[in-house]
């Protein structure tokens, strides 16, 4: 892994969604995941796909589209994933790479076995996903 632990673990602890974990929590999810590299224009999910993983970006840009239509940009310590991985639905956006990025992929497994073993994380993680959902509701169309 290119990136330290103690970093990796800095940026998970900064990630809204995974701030709640205990430090042996995050060190859990970040003994099952793993740093991917991706070029600019690389997709990194596509909108109707299955779910394999939570992606937190580490560096770089991606952008977030709808049926084609960008509808924001993601930065270092912004997520995508957690929705199909919550529900087993497919994705509900595509991620394309602006620029060189990193993320650490969070695996399917890794994760519901987490919140399987420990139901605070997934009390947690609703709070955090409702908050999510009362911002997205509250912007203009």
Do not use: W
Request: aromatic letters at 2%; charged letters at 25%; a neutral charge.
């Amino acid at each position: 892994m290119s990136t330290s632990s103690k970093h990796l673990d800095a940026q998970l602890a900064g990630v809204p969604l995974l701030a709640h974990l205990s430090k042996r929590q995050r060190h859990r999810l970040l003994d099952e995941s793993r740093v991917v590299r991706h070029d600019p224009g690389r997709q990194l999910a596509a909108e109707g796909e299955m779910a394999l993983a939570l992606h937190v970006l580490l560096s770089g840009r991606a952008a977030v589209s709808v049926n084609g239509r960008e509808l924001r940009r993601l930065g270092p310590g912004d997520y995508f994933g957690e929705i199909s991985l919550i529900d087993g639905r497919p994705r509900s956006a595509t991620v394309t790479a602006s620029e060189p990025t990193e993320t650490l992929a969070v695996p399917h497994v890794a994760f519901s076995s987490l919140l399987q073993s420990e139901p605070e994380c997934a009390r947690d993680l609703l709070q955090v996903l409702c908050a999510r959902l009362r911002d997205a509701e509250s912007r203009p169309a």
